[in-house]
C-alpha cells in the first residue's frame, strides 16, 4: 500500500498496483504562444511553471513501471466532434478550427495538438484524445484504467480549473481515489487554480486529495 501521508485534507492510501497518472493537456495549443491558450486572450507564460514538476512526476511514474495516460484535447477535422456551443464561446480572434500559426487550432494531427517536447509520451504510454473538458467523456479513458485495474489516479496538467478539474471530478464520480499533484497543474488564473485545490480538499476531501510532486515521489 502506497501512503502519501502529507497528502491534504488526509492521508492518502493506494494499492501499490492500482494507480495511474493521468496528464492532462500539456499540448502547444495551450503552453504556447499562438495556440488557444493565446487566442483566448491569456498569459501562456503562466503555465510554464508546472512543467517541470510535470517532467518530474512522469519520471517517477516512469522509474515505478506504473501506468501513465496523456490526454489531447482536440477534434476531428470536420469538427463533428466538437458542438457548435463549444466552438461559439471564447470569443478571442481564432476559434476552434480556425488556422493559426501552428495549423488549426484544436484539431487532431495540427502541430498545436501535439503535447509539448519536454513532456512527449514515450512508448508504451497511452495517449488518448478527448473532444471534451473531462478526460472520461466520449473517450476510452474508463475501458483502459479498467484493463489495468487501476483505482486510483494521480491527476496533474492544464488547464486547473478546467479540464484537470472536470476530468477529477469525473473520476471521483466513478469511483476514483483521486489526488491532484499540486505544482504539477497550472491555470492562467492563479486564483483560480488555489480556489480549486481548495475545492478539491474542503469538506474532508469531497472529491479528492492534493499532494506536492515531491511527496507524490516519495511514495512512488
Ligand atoms: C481549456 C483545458 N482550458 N485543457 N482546456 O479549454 O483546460
Redesign the pocket.
Known amino acids: 500500500m502506497l501512503e502519501i501521508a502529507a497528502a491534504r485534507p488526509y492521508p492518502y492510501l493506494a494499492p501499490a498496483g492500482a494507480i495511474a497518472l493521468v496528464m492532462?493537456?500539456m499540448q502547444r495549443d495551450?503552453l504556447e504562444p499562438g495556440g488557444?491558450?493565446a487566442a483566448l486572450g491569456n498569459d501562456v507564460t503562466l503555465l510554464a511553471p508546472c512543467i517541470e514538476p510535470a517532467a518530474r512526476l512522469l519520471a517517477g511514474f516512469r522509474r515505478a513501471g506504473l501506468p501513465i495516460v496523456h490526454t489531447r484535447?482536440c477534434h476531428r477535422p470536420d469538427l463533428s466532434d466538437c458542438p457548435p456551443a463549444k466552438r461559439g464561446r471564447g470569443r478571442g480572434p481564432l476559434r476552434i478550427g480556425d488556422p493559426g500559426p501552428m495549423g488549426r487550432i484544436l484539431i487532431a494531427g495540427e502541430p498545436g495538438v501535439e503535447i509539448i517536447d519536454d513532456l512527449a509520451p514515450r512508448p508504451g504510454e497511452i495517449v488518448i484524445d478527448k473532444p471534451g473538458?473531462g478526460a472520461f467523456h466520449a473517450t476510452s479513458l474508463q475501458q483502459q484504467l479498467r484493463a489495468w485495474s487501476v483505482s486510483h489516479l494521480v491527476i496533474a496538467?492544464?488547464?486547473t480549473e478546467?479540464?484537470?478539474q472536470t476530468t477529477l471530478r469525473e473520476a471521483n464520480d466513478r469511483g476514483y481515489d483521486c489526488v491532484l499533484a499540486e505544482d504539477a497543474t497550472a491555470s492562467y488564473f492563479p486564483a483560480f487554480k488555489q480556489a480549486v485545490l481548495d475545492m478539491v480538499v474542503a469538506q474532508g476531501g469531497i472529491v479528492g486529495w492534493t499532494a506536492s510532486v515531491s511527496q507524490l515521489l516519495e511514495v512512488l
Open positions: 492532462i493537456d495551450f488557444f491558450g484535447e473538458k496538467g492544464v488547464t478546467v479540464c484537470v
